[in-house]
């Protein structure tokens, strides 16, 4: 006898789904998320108001990928209704870094004092909102959020000083 392995994922009134072949189009008042969900054996069911990510062998790749699916429709429902942000803090001792939002990146001005300015990748559909000693990160894209996030903090690396000592920077404080 084959077990299957399921779950189903509930919808909240307001959104609308759309799940054909291996395509997840989901539309909430703060936007629209899509995505690719491929994998052998695994299917994603549209059935009334609920998502279902079903998998017709039960194995642990299969539950795994069953779960990780489901964790992404998740997240994407939730970014379409509240979004994401990531609150950060520039943190220096003596030298005030500026920071600038260009086109698809953030300019990072005097950081350690250095003259020459760094530089991190603004990825589509993420906003910046910069303050003095503060940058909010926010989107309907976990994926896309998180990973701004990274490429900020991974600019203002310390590289070559003690961190102990040098600890100036741009860090993650909190998320929503």
């Known amino acids: 006898m084959v077990k299957e392995v399921s779950r189903r994922i509930e919808i909240p009134e307001g959104i609308e789904v759309d799940a054909a072949n291996d395509y997840v189009t989901i539309k909430g008042p703060r936007g629209v998320l899509n995505r690719r969900f491929n994998y052998p054996g695994v299917h994603i069911i549209w059935d009334n108001s609920e998502l279902v990510v079903t998998a017709r062998i039960d194995r642990k790749l299969q539950r795994a990928t069953v779960g990780t699916f489901a964790a992404h429709l998740t997240n994407m429902i939730k970014g379409v209704t ?21 086109q698809n990146e ?16 603004i990825l589509d559909g993420v906003t910046l909102e910069l303050s003095k000693d503060e940058v909010l990160v926010k989107g ?29 920077g741009i860090y993650l404080v909190e998320k929503n």
Do not use: W
């Open 82 to 102: 509240e979004g994401f942000e990531y609150r950060m803090k520039v943190v220096y001792s003596h030298f005030p870094i500026q920071l600038k939002a260009a």
């Open 106 to 121: 953030l300019v990072i001005a005097n950081f350690l004092g250095e003259r020459r300015s760094r530089s991190a990748r």
């Open 140 to 168: 309907i894209n976990k994926e896309s959020v998180g990973q701004t996030m990274a490429n900020i903090e991974q600019a203002t690396k310390v590289r070559g000083f003690d961190i102990r000592v040098f600890q100036d």
